[in-house]
């Protein structure tokens, strides 16, 4: 089975700066896929960023880009000029490239943006 | 185009009742599938409907059950409601089948069991 971990369960960072937030997984699978939620105080999940496993490059969204490192099983999402409305809780989550379209989510990080 | 929404937002129920959630997909969407969100946790898979069948469950027991629709809606029904079930429940539409089609994710609903 598939395993999320986020270690940090809290994050700040001064409004502009840059924050990076860490998670890492754990499988026996070669291909999958790797996300990004942002859930704030609506409840909504919103989808911030996602990785493919079989590309090299990292993906990057605006002002938001990960740094995924296979071999390690790492997935981490950096934020630059952090805004107020980046203010939220932020989930790893695992999808396998087979079967259904289950999500395995991490324990999540808040992020208080400071102003 | 319309985004996942579900009904009801907050809900109160004693323990051992029944419980029925609601979702409506989005514009476009085939499938649908549902998450528990504990207190302080990440969301929990509980099972995905593909097509009106059961594609996928997650390790909960049988008190909990779904429904799709041929419009592609989704009912959860949770029988014998116990307090560990207090929770956000959450519905998500994809559309199987499309490469690369993300989840999305309704607002939830927020069960209390007292």
């Known amino acids: 089975a598939q395993t999320v971990t986020q270690s940090q369960p809290e994050m700040s960072v001064q409004e502009a700066e840059t924050v990076t937030l860490s998670c890492t997984y754990d499988?026996?699978?070669?291909?999958?896929?790797l996300f990004w939620y942002k859930q704030p105080p609506s409840r909504q999940m919103i989808l911030v960023i996602r990785?493919?496993?079989?590309?090299?490059q990292n993906a990057t969204e605006n002002r938001f880009s990960v740094n995924f490192q296979k071999a390690a099983k790492s997935f981490s999402l950096k934020i630059s000029d952090s805004q107020l409305g980046d203010a939220a809780m932020y989930f790893c989550?695992?999808?396998?490239?087979?079967?259904?379209?289950?999500?395995?989510f991490g324990t999540g990080t808040r992020l208080t943006i400071i102003p | 185009e319309t985004g996942v929404t579900q009904s009801p937002t907050h809900l109160i129920k004693t323990r051992g009742q029944q419980v029925t959630l609601r979702c409506s997909s989005q514009?476009?969407?085939?499938?649908v599938s549902w998450y528990q969100q504990a207190l302080g946790q990440g969301p929990q898979f509980i099972f995905q409907?593909?097509?009106?069948?059961?594609?996928g469950r997650g390790n909960f027991p049988p008190r909990f059950s779904g429904l799709q629709f041929p419009n592609y809606s989704s009912e959860l029904n949770v029988n014998a409601l116990e307090l560990d079930d207090s929770a956000l429940y959450l519905c998500?539409?994809?559309?199987?089948?499309?490469?690369?089609?993300?989840?999305?994710f309704g607002n939830g609903t927020r069960l209390t069991v007292t």
């Open positions: 499988t026996s699978e070669s291909d999958y896929y």
């Open positions: 990785q493919e496993a079989y590309k090299q």
């Open positions: 514009s476009g969407h085939n499938t």
């Open positions: 998500a539409s994809s559309s199987q089948g499309t490469t690369n089609s993300p989840l999305h």
């Open positions: 409907y593909y097509r009106e069948e059961e594609n």
């Open positions: 989550a695992y999808r396998s490239a087979e079967g259904n379209e289950k999500l395995t």
